[in-house]
C-alpha cells in the first residue's frame, strides 16, 4: 500500500474534489513532478475506482507522460484504454481550428466543448470523480496569439465545471514568463480562482545536491472546526529517478 508523502498532507488530498489548484514553477525549478504526482493519485485512489482525469497537454506529447508514469508506477495506456484516463494531444492531433488564423478564438471554445463531452458522456458516478489538468497555461497563452482574455474566458468556463459536477482542476503555469510585467491580469486571475496555490522556487540559499529545490503550499479556506483560516506549509524536496523525496527545511544539514 503506497504511503501518504508529506506532499499529501499539506495539500489535502482528502477535500480536493470540487476544488481548484494552481502549481506555479520557474526556468530554475520545475514542477512538473507535482503535476505527475497529483495525476497518478487521481488514478489511483483504491476507495473511488470511478476517478476519471481528462488532461489538456500543450506542453508534451502522451509518450512523455506515459514514460513518467510507468516510473512512478502508472500505466497511462491502459488507464486511457479503460477510459479512465482522456487525453488532448494540443501540440499534435488537436489543435481546434487549426492553422487558419481563428485558432485561438475558436479554437479554446471548442476545446472547452471538448472537455465537456467528454464530463458529460461519463457515468453519473463518475461526473463528480472528474480531475480536469491543464499542462500548461502559458503555452496555452501563446497558442491564443497572447490573448490573454480568450484564456481567462476559458479557465472561467473551466471553473463552471468545478461548481457544476464537482470536477476538480489543477493547472501548470511557468511564472518566470511574466518577469518584469509585475502582476499580470492572467496571473492574478489564476491564484484568486485556486484553493490551493503550490509554487516551486530554487532554495534561497542557493543549490545544494541532497535539496533541489522548494515547495510553498497555500491551501486557502481550511475550515478548523471553529473559523476559516488559510494554511501556510514550506516543503524542500529532492527528486529522484523514480520518486520524490519531501522533507521540512532544516531537518537536513
Known amino acids: 500500500m503506497e504511503t501518504r508523502s508529506l506532499l499529501d498532507e499539506a495539500l489535502g488530498l482528502q477535500r480536493l474534489a470540487g476544488r481548484v489548484l494552481l502549481i506555479e514553477d520557474c526556468v530554475e525549478t520545475s514542477a512538473a513532478f507535482v503535476l505527475h504526482h497529483l495525476l497518478k493519485r487521481s488514478l489511483s485512489q483504491p476507495l473511488h475506482s470511478s476517478n476519471v482525469v481528462v488532461f489538456v497537454a500543450f506542453a508534451q506529447p502522451f509518450t512523455h507522460y506515459d514514460r ?7 500505466n497511462l495506456a491502459a488507464q486511457r484504454d479503460s477510459n479512465k484516463f482522456f487525453f488532448i494531444d494540443m501540440i499534435g492531433d488537436y489543435w481546434p481550428g487549426g492553422n487558419d488564423g481563428n485558432g485561438g478564438d475558436g479554437g479554446l471554445a471548442k476545446l472547452f466543448g471538448k472537455i465537456l463531452e467528454i464530463i458529460s458522456a461519463l457515468s453519473q458516478e463518475s461526473e463528480n470523480c472528474v480531475t480536469v489538468m491543464i499542462d500548461d497555461v502559458s503555452l496555452m497563452e501563446v497558442t491564443a496569439s497572447g490573448r490573454t482574455n480568450l484564456v481567462l474566458d476559458f479557465l ?12 476538480s482542476l489543477v493547472m501548470l503555469n511557468h511564472e518566470d514568463i511574466y518577469a518584469g510585467m509585475g502582476r499580470p491580469t492572467l496571473l492574478l486571475q489564476m491564484e484568486y480562482l485556486a484553493d490551493i ?25 481550511i475550515d478548523d472546526g471553529e473559523r476559516s483560516r488559510n494554511k501556510l506549509c514550506n516543503l524542500h524536496f529532492k527528486v ?13 544539514t
Do not use: M, W
Not at 156 to 167: D, I, M
Open 68 to 74: 513518467i508514469l510507468r516510473k512512478l508506477g502508472c
Open 156 to 167: 472561467h468556463y473551466c471553473h463552471t465545471l468545478v461548481s457544476e459536477f464537482g470536477c
Open 197 to 221: 496555490l503550490i509554487k516551486a522556487e530554487p532554495l534561497a540559499t542557493g543549490l545544494a545536491s541532497d535539496v533541489h529545490g522548494q515547495l510553498t503550499v497555500v491551501n486557502k479556506s
Open 240 to 252: 529522484k529517478e523514480n520518486s520524490v523525496e519531501y522533507f521540512y527545511p532544516g531537518s537536513r
